[in-house]
């Protein structure tokens, strides 16, 4: 699996745009970028992923770069209820080994 | 759909005692996974089970971990004898899908404390 490089922690202002950066130099062509967070005491929730082009959903949208070297999580109006560990993680789209290898993630605290 | 669903979702036993933990996957879902997690190591892959094969248990720390997914709606993780560096966060997750769809749900844990 490539690795991924996340700030270990940022704060953003509530009602604000959060824009949380990963690096992933040695990803592959074929590799997707996964983005799950975990808010306190619960388990992780999917976000979003890509390949290539940058998507959106009712959560979020993924930025990837031209050369897939990095990517950015955008929360677009971020609330307190955003304050958890953001995971950013690339995978192959298939094969035997479908399990998801979790970094040390971005503690993202939205302040009030 | 009630998501996929952890039982107990506390747990304190003594060291050298069988724990179980279970897990019911969101219906229709194919694939299992059991991940552990704590603050030294985070989060950990244990074991991940396909159409309830066993698929890949390197994760899986010792023998005193094993697991079982009898059928489609239900899997166990079973400790014996426990360990108080067994004490963590488990937590099952299911997805479906053989394509880049890798949305993997996941419960609400089950906090595992040894004594």
């Known amino acids: 699996d490539a690795k991924t490089t996340q700030p270990t922690s940022m704060d953003c202002a509530e009602g604000r745009a959060a824009n949380l950066p990963c690096n992933h130099s040695?990803?592959?062509?074929?590799?997707?970028v996964y983005w799950y967070r975990q808010i306190h005491s619960q388990g992780p929730q999917y976000i979003i992923h890509?390949?290539?082009n940058n998507e959106t959903n009712e959560m979020a949208s993924l930025i990837i770069t031209e050369d897939r070297k990095s990517s950015t999580l955008i929360l677009p109006h971020a609330t307190l209820r955003d304050t958890a560990v953001y995971y950013c993680i690339v995978r192959p789209p298939s094969g035997s080994a479908r399990q998801l290898t979790f970094g040390s993630g971005t503690q993202l605290t939205v302040l009030p | 759909d009630a998501g996929v669903i952890q039982s107990p979702r506390h747990e304190v036993t003594e060291m050298g005692q069988e724990v179980t933990l279970r897990c019911k996957p969101i219906?229709?879902?194919?694939?299992l996974f059991w991940y552990r997690q704590t603050m030294m190591r985070g989060l950990e892959l244990l074991i991940y089970f396909n159409n309830n094969v066993p698929i890949d248990d390197s994760g899986m720390p010792e023998d005193r971990f094993s697991a079982k997914m009898p059928n489609a709606s239900f899997s166990t993780l079973k400790i014996q004898p426990s360990e108080p560096r067994d004490s963590a966060v488990y937590f099952c997750a299911s997805s479906f899908g053989t394509s880049h769809t890798y949305e993997q749900y996941f419960g609400p844990g089950t906090r595992l404390t040894v004594t």
């Open positions: 040695t990803i592959s062509g074929n590799e997707y």
């Open positions: 219906s229709g879902h194919n694939s």
């Open positions: 890509g390949l290539k």
